[in-house]
């Protein structure tokens, strides 16, 4: 499987397509590129591979890999002093979502002159970055679950506020994406669960979100036919090259189609993920069954016909007995207790999680007394 896309924006897909990372440097104007990825990819072989890439293309090794899970501001700083300190002209971003979001946030942050919440992900506040120093992005996804890779923001940690926010600008979608399978081989079985789940969510929230977008809702659609056919093969067998660049396929379409909404599953992630340092796509997979029934009244419509699409039995009963077995099958917690959440901190988080900007997209209006309740059942294991 290899093919070039244009949709949303340049993807060069395949195994074996990370030996045109220098042309795709030069395809759009980079000479000194700085490759940003998390502390746990820094020394890995397919990382040491990208770096000989550059460097015998007269590149560089430029590296800044102090990107944490949940990636925070202080990360995000970091990332801009090695990017000036190196006199970088576009960024490498390598990695998973955390990587990926902090590489853009670095060639997006770089030289703006106001602080980066001024640029949150709110009505037009993309309006007030200045567009024309905004350096040139490559993503290259070593995981298949964000999909940030054509992603037009990032997601960083304010510290001071304790809160995720998402940055946007039209900008931050990556020039050139190399979406190669091969990178992802050497991932253990648990973090393709948590990441193919990630994608999963992306693809079933935006196909629930009430807004009207039918190309993002037939995306959706095929992106969960992908992950229900390829993730338990990814995940029973990592070497599966097929499985492994369906699943990087889908995780991509999940990204596409959440511009039409995401929803409770991400809204009650979110806070955890902060306050707890919980894996995303593992904290997502053990929410979402819990808001999936909450949500039942206004969905069950249209996931009978989500389940007919994907040859699942019993309607909206079947669907929910497939996401509970295909957790089961990839060893995902059924609680969030499971995963070191407790209840110390419900009500702060259900308090977080009505203001995250992926609450607006819940088929149900999401009330802190509601998120707290879906917090409680999802700790006990009440679906």
């Known amino acids: 499987m290899q093919a070039n896309w244009s949709y949303p924006t340049t993807i060069w897909f395949g195994a074996g397509r990370i030996e045109a990372l220098p042309d795709a440097c030069r395809n759009v104007g980079i000479e ?3 490759l940003v990825t998390d502390r746990g990819l820094a020394d890995l072989p397919i990382t040491a591979r990208a770096l000989d890439i550059l460097e015998k293309a007269g590149l560089g090794r430029g590296l800044f890999s102090g990107v944490d899970g949940n990636p925070t501001d202080t990360n995000l700083d970091a990332g801009i002093d090695a990017f000036k300190a190196g006199g970088h002209d576009g960024v490498i971003a390598f990695g998973g979502g955390s990587a990926l ?5 670095i060639a997006f942050q770089a ?3 106001r602080p980066v919440w001024d640029f949150e992900d709110i009505g037009d506040w993309f ?3 200045n567009a024309e120093v905004i350096w040139p992005i490559i993503a290259v996804p070593t995981t298949s679950g964000t999909g940030s890779e054509v992603g037009r923001a990032g997601v960083v940690t304010n510290t001071a506020e304790e809160v995720k926010k998402v940055i946007f600008h039209p900008k931050m979608l990556p020039s050139v994406v190399i979406s190669d399978p091969e990178l992802t081989v050497g991932l253990p079985p648990h973090i393709t669960a948590g990441t193919g789940m990630d994608a999963f969510v992306h693809n079933l929230e935006a196909y629930c979100a009430p807004t009207y977008h039918p190309m993002s809702e037939g995306i959706a659609v095929e992106g969960m036919r992908l992950v229900k056919e390829y993730l338990p093969r990814a995940y029973k067998d990592g070497t599966d090259i097929e499985a492994r660049g369906h699943m990087m396929s889908a995780a991509a379409m999940g990204a596409v189609a959440f511009q039409k909404g995401l929803g409770g599953v991400h809204s009650l992630s979110h806070p955890a993920g902060v306050l707890y340092h919980t894996h995303h796509g593992l904290t997502n997979a053990v929410y979402l069954p819990y808001v999936l029934a909450f949500n039942r009244p206004a969905i069950e419509g ?4 989500l389940a007919a699409w994907l040859g699942i ?8 007995k497939y996401i509970l077995d295909l957790r089961a099958e990839l060893g995902i917690a059924h609680t969030s207790k499971e995963i070191g959440i407790d209840d110390a901190q419900t009500e702060r988080m259900a308090a977080m ?3 995250d900007p992926t609450a607006g997209g819940n088929p149900v209006p999401l009330t802190e007394e509601i998120c707290s309740d879906l917090y409680r059942r999802a700790l006990a294991g009440t679906v």
């Open 353 to 355: 999680a009505v203001v």
């Open 313 to 320: 039995d019993g309607g909206f009963d079947g669907f929910m």
């Open 111 to 113: 030289d703006q002159v």
């Open 127 to 129: 309006t007030r970055a």
């Open 32 to 34: 000194r590129p700085l």
């Open 101 to 105: 979001d902090v590489g853009k946030l």
């Open 302 to 305: 249209k996931i009978d016909r």
